[in-house]
């Protein structure tokens, strides 16, 4: 029974805890939250998201490489909170400030243990994990590393709960934790095995053969899955890294400054001044190795996970920093052990140095592709006759995703690497279906499946147009049309209007050929009369931006115009959409005729509907 006086110092102890962590939180919520949203999803995220909009995400997860709880709680997210890029990132980064929350638990049973600080090493504890870039970085990620982060720290409060006060509830806590644990990521749990070595060292008699059988029911609980799918997901492993033991000693470089910083040897003597104990009496002060337990289960945590990592990934590609973000805690636990071994004033100088660096720095980051500025600059020009294809070596996930967004919900995006992959019975006779049923068909093209090229050029489909990116020489964005028997009219130089086609959102495509060169540089206009005959909206342009003079005879050029009104929005109402083609002699512009003796061609009439009248 507590005395009245504990149950006071305890009660205090969590408030001053408690006046300490609410703006630690504060500061982890707006690293955390600071660009969340400035990346595009990358490949994995969009991998992530392609699972919540499947009708059956367990039935690509035992054809995948993943376990499933992270992509089944997310899925549960995306259903409450939506889909856009802030919303489904915000899951990962609402785990992180859980884990900063979970390790004031973790670490007052290791002070306890230690006979350190209540307070303090707590305390110091939280806040590095609050500036710790790998969790910062993740946590703006829609990936379960944080998750796993959490459910380690949950799992390893609940053990030395558990070791030190008894109780069946910790005991469950901790062995359905290190199931979950299996269940978010397969590597995460060599946490639970280097557990299990650091109980098999530590405890004795009845309390170690517990131990140890908890351990082997949270192995059973995830039996049923790893012995269902694992067969299946081993296939689809690929090379992601390079092997590590026999070949580059630079990723353990990188991996040491992923997690210590560019200030290593500062961080790096804290992390190994954290396995002792500093004794300060008098003016004398001692190093101690006992109580050893808790240095001991932060260096198995550490150091075990990432022996058996490592060893692993010289037969199975297992290796990517972002992979072994299951260090985290113990890589700032033993920093936090280090620097309670130093007194103040230098222990609070080398925690300023450290939040400084931490506020200032990134250590833990990469580029993504910009997938959604691409597509923002390209969608524009992918009206509501068109599909678009995603084709991309890897996975399509992420640009399928970024398209989705980006265009009207009734034109068609399809990944065609995630459709073999996951319908390969559908996509032999779909393919040239969903082809055929369209005469604009836009590819995203960045691989080396030629299926989609193939059927574009049997089925009549001829290369309109192509856009590039600046940010990867490699991917491509081509349009294909199927041009009609008839063309829309011929000028009496030899231009031809092959096809024309116009939209409610003021777009017009035009597609021009020329069976001869042309003898002058013509600019083409698209334009929009109302019912009364006047001008209210136009777009001129050189085709394609590129000088009429210059084209190859018989090559189709796209020309993709959005006509813009002359005085703000148009009223609802008929309008005529036409082009006009025409060159500059001097002053003077000069309409080109077709062979019927028109300077200008009408298209037909376009119905808008303004909504805000």
Same mark, same amino acid.
């Given at each position: 029974?507590?005395?009245?006086?504990?149950?006071?110092?305890?009660?205090?102890?969590?408030?001053?805890?408690?006046?300490?962590?609410?703006?630690?939180?504060?500061?982890?919520?707006?690293?955390?939250?600071?660009?969340?949203?400035?990346?595009?999803?990358?490949?994995?995220?969009?991998?992530?998201?392609?699972?919540?909009?499947?009708?059956?995400?367990?039935?690509?997860?035992?054809?995948?490489?993943?376990?499933?709880?992270?992509?089944?709680?997310?899925? $549960? +997210?995306?259903? %409450?909170?939506?889909? !856009?890029?802030? #919303?489904?990132?915000?899951?990962?980064? *609402? =785990?992180? /400030?859980?884990?900063?929350?979970?390790?004031?638990?973790?670490?007052?049973?290791?002070?306890?243990?230690?006979?350190?600080?209540?307070?303090?090493?707590?305390?110091?504890?939280?806040?590095?994990?609050?500036?710790?870039?790998?969790?910062?970085?993740?946590?703006?990620?829609?990936?379960?590393?944080?998750?796993?982060?959490?459910?380690?720290?949950?799992?390893?409060?609940?053990?030395?709960?558990?070791?030190?006060?008894?109780?069946? $509830? +910790?005991?469950? %806590?901790?062995?359905? !934790?290190?199931? #979950?644990?299996?269940?978010?990521?397969? *590597? =995460?749990? /060599?946490?639970?095995?280097?557990?299990?070595?650091?109980?098999?060292?530590?405890?004795?008699?009845?309390?170690?053969?517990?131990?140890?059988?908890?351990?082997?029911?949270?192995?059973?609980?995830?039996?049923?899955?790893?012995?269902?799918?694992?067969?299946?997901?081993?296939?689809?492993?690929?090379?992601?890294?390079?092997?590590?033991?026999?070949?580059?000693?630079?990723?353990?470089?990188?991996?040491?400054?992923?997690?210590?910083?560019?200030?290593?040897? %500062?961080?790096?003597?804290?992390?190994?001044?954290?396995?002792?104990?500093?004794?300060?009496?008098?003016?004398?002060?001692?190093?101690?190795?006992?109580?050893?337990?808790?240095?001991?289960?932060?260096?198995?945590?550490?150091?075990?996970?990432?022996?058996?990592?490592?060893?692993?990934?010289?037969?199975?590609?297992?290796?990517?920093?972002?992979?072994?973000?299951?260090?985290?805690?113990?890589?700032?636990?033993?920093?936090?052990?280090?620097?309670?071994?130093?007194?103040?004033?230098?222990?609070?100088?080398?925690?300023?140095?450290?939040?400084?660096?931490? %506020?200032?720095?990134?250590?833990?980051?990469?580029?993504?592709?910009?997938?959604?500025?691409?597509?923002?600059?390209?969608?524009?020009?992918?009206?509501?006759?068109?599909?678009?294809?995603?084709?991309?070596?890897?996975?399509?996930?992420?640009?399928?995703?970024?398209?989705?967004?980006?265009?009207?919900?009734?034109?068609?995006?399809?990944?065609?690497?995630?459709?073999?992959?996951?319908?390969?019975?559908?996509?032999?006779?779909?393919?040239?279906?969903?082809?055929?049923?369209?005469?604009?068909?836009?590819?995203?093209?960045?691989?080396?499946?030629?299926?989609?090229?193939?059927?574009?050029?049997?089925?009549?489909?001829?290369?309109?147009?192509?856009?590039?990116?600046?940010?990867?020489?490699?991917?491509?964005?081509?349009?294909?049309?199927?041009?009609?028997?008839?063309?829309?009219?011929?000028?009496?130089?030899?231009?031809?209007?092959?096809?024309?086609?116009?939209?409610?959102?003021?777009?017009?495509?035009?597609?021009?050929?020329?069976?001869?060169?042309?003898?002058?540089?013509?600019?083409?206009?698209?334009?929009?009369?109302?019912?009364?005959?006047?001008?209210?909206?136009?777009?001129?342009?050189?085709?394609?931006?590129?000088?009429?003079?210059?084209?190859?005879?018989?090559?189709?050029?796209?020309?993709?115009?959005?006509?813009?009104?002359?005085?703000?929005?148009?009223?609802?109402?008929?309008?005529?959409?036409?082009?006009?083609?025409?060159?500059?002699?001097?002053?003077?512009?000069?309409?080109?005729?077709?062979?019927?003796?028109?300077?200008?061609?009408?298209?037909?009439?376009?119905?808008?509907?303004?909504?805000?009248?």
């Amino acid at each position: 029974m507590q005395s009245v006086r504990d149950t006071h110092t305890t009660h205090n102890l969590i408030v001053r805890r408690m006046a300490w962590l609410l703006p630690i939180l504060l500061l982890a919520v707006v690293t955390r939250f600071w660009g969340i949203d400035d990346q595009s999803l990358w490949i994995d995220e969009g991998f992530t998201w392609y699972l919540t909009q499947s009708p059956n995400p367990i039935f690509i997860l035992t054809r995948d490489v993943h376990p499933p709880l992270y992509f089944l709680m997310i899925d $549960g +997210w995306v259903a %409450l909170t939506g889909d !856009s890029v802030l #919303a489904m990132r915000t899951f990962s980064l *609402l =785990a992180s /400030l859980i884990s900063i929350a979970l390790i004031v638990p973790v670490t007052d049973e290791l002070a306890r243990w230690r006979g350190s600080s209540r307070l303090l090493l707590p305390i110091l504890a939280a806040l590095l994990l609050a500036l710790a870039d790998s969790e910062n970085f993740l946590a703006q990620e829609v990936r379960s590393y944080t998750l796993q982060t959490t459910i380690i720290l949950l799992g390893t409060w609940a053990m030395l709960r558990w070791i030190r006060r008894g109780g069946t $509830g +910790w005991l469950v %806590l901790w062995t359905l !934790s290190n199931a #979950a644990l299996v269940y978010t990521f397969y *590597l =995460a749990a /060599l946490v639970a095995v280097a557990q299990g070595v650091w109980v098999l060292i530590v405890l004795r008699g009845r309390k170690r053969v517990i131990a140890v059988g908890a351990l082997i029911v949270a192995a059973l609980l995830a039996a049923p899955w790893l012995l269902n799918t694992l067969g299946q997901q081993s296939d689809n492993l690929v090379m992601v890294d390079r092997r590590i033991l026999s070949e580059d000693i630079g990723i353990l470089a990188d991996l040491a400054f992923r997690w210590l910083g560019r200030m290593w040897p %500062l961080t790096g003597a804290l992390l190994l001044l954290g396995l002792v104990h500093v004794r300060y009496q008098a003016e004398n002060w001692r190093i101690s190795w006992r109580p050893y337990a808790p240095a001991l289960l932060l260096i198995l945590w550490l150091v075990l996970s990432l022996m058996l990592t490592f060893i692993a990934n010289e037969r199975l590609p297992l290796y990517q920093p972002r992979r072994v973000n299951f260090i985290t805690g113990a890589v700032v636990l033993l920093i936090a052990f280090g620097l309670t071994n130093i007194q103040r004033p230098a222990r609070w100088l080398l925690v300023g140095a450290i939040v400084v660096y931490g %506020l200032t720095t990134v250590d833990f980051w990469r580029d993504k592709q910009p997938w959604r500025d691409m597509a923002a600059t390209t969608a524009p020009y992918i009206h509501d006759d068109a599909v678009l294809l995603v084709e991309l070596g890897g996975d399509d996930y992420a640009p399928v995703y970024h398209y989705t967004h980006a265009l009207p919900a009734d034109i068609p995006v399809r990944g065609l690497t995630s459709w073999r992959r996951y319908e390969p019975e559908t996509y032999e006779a779909g393919l040239p279906a969903l082809i055929d049923a369209h005469d604009t068909v836009w590819l995203f093209y960045w691989g080396k499946d030629t299926s989609a090229l193939a059927w574009l050029d049997e089925l009549g489909f001829r290369r309109t147009e192509e856009i590039r990116v600046d940010f990867n020489p490699d991917v491509f964005l081509w349009r294909y049309d199927r041009l009609p028997d008839v063309p829309v009219a011929v000028y009496e130089n030899g231009l031809v209007l092959a096809d024309a086609a116009y939209f409610n959102d003021l777009g017009v495509d035009l597609l021009w050929a020329s069976d001869m060169a042309l003898d002058a540089d013509y600019t083409t206009s698209a334009f929009l009369l109302n019912s009364d005959g006047q001008l209210v909206a136009q777009q001129d342009s050189a085709p394609d931006e590129r000088p009429t003079s210059q084209w190859n005879p018989a090559t189709l050029v796209y020309d993709g115009k959005l006509m813009q009104p002359a005085a703000g929005p148009l009223p609802t109402g008929d309008y005529t959409v036409g082009v006009v083609v025409y060159r500059h002699e001097g002053d003077n512009l000069v309409r080109l005729l077709t062979t019927e003796g028109d300077d200008s061609v009408i298209l037909g009439t376009l119905h808008l509907d303004n909504a805000a009248e």
